[in-house]
């Protein structure tokens, strides 16, 4: 249309649709019919004409913007309007301030009232407590069957709106690590004791010095004897 797309265009084009730009450009081309001294009005409006289709696929690409709409997905998301994007170096984006604006309306959650701090500092000292009661997993490294969040009903006891901890949770969820470090110790070492004795295995086959393949060596021998 003879006018680079900026970011005024298209600020213009959310606040007043194409009627802006409508105008605007066709005002160009009469200017630069005035211009290029084509005066013949049936000229000018043949000349008219055959620029509608550019201006025509402008209103289709906008048209399309406009009405689109993202496709179907189970994750809940914040649905973007022109409103929240900018053009900016030749191409589309969200900026840091629209993006303050999108967080500011769609994610950030505000403590309002004495009651919400309070609960909100309670929750925050057991989500401390949980992340203690994870860290323990790798600190002791206690068997898996207690490790997670079910996990914790091994070593606390719920009645109604009271938690209390068993006491001999304790020595069993360290005690149980020990034992099972032990056991993967020994598969461990069981293992590589197996790599070891089918690696010596290989070796004797090779050089002949497996006792089959020595019986049979010394059969033979007797044999030509």
Not at 38 to 66: G, M
Not at 132 to 152: P, R, T
Not at 187 to 211: C, H, I, S, V, Y
Not at 215 to 221: P, V
Request: hydrophobic content about 35%; overall charge negative.
């Amino acid at each position: 249309m003879g006018v680079d797309f900026s970011d005024k265009i298209f600020k213009d084009l959310i606040s007043n649709g194409l009627s802006n730009i409508s105008i605007s450009y066709k005002a160009n081309l009469e200017k630069e019919l005035d211009k290029t001294g084509v005066l013949n009005p049936i000229l000018r409006k043949t000349v008219l004409s055959a620029s509608e289709p550019v201006f025509d696929k402008f209103e289709t690409a906008y048209t399309n913007l406009v009405n689109y709409t993202p496709p179907n997905n189970t994750i809940p998301r914040v649905t973007l309007t022109l409103e929240n994007i900018s053009f900016t170096d030749g191409k589309f984006v969200v900026t840091e301030a629209e993006q303050d604006i999108l967080l500011e309306n769609h994610c950030r959650v505000y403590l309002e009232t004495e009651n919400e701090r309070a609960f909100h500092a309670t929750i925050t000292t057991l989500k401390n407590a949980f992340n203690g009661y994870f860290k323990a997993f790798q600190e002791y490294e206690l068997d898996h069957k207690v490790q997670g969040f079910y996990g914790i009903e091994t070593f606390l006891e719920f009645n109604e709106m009271d938690v209390s901890i068993k006491p001999e949770s304790i020595n069993y969820g360290v005690t149980i690590s020990g034992k099972e470090k032990l056991k993967r110790i020994d598969m461990m070492q069981r293992a590589q004791q197996n790599r070891d004795t089918e690696a010596e295995n290989q070796r004797k086959f090779k050089a002949g010095e497996l006792p089959g393949q020595i019986a049979w060596k010394k059969l033979n021998e007797d044999l030509v004897n």
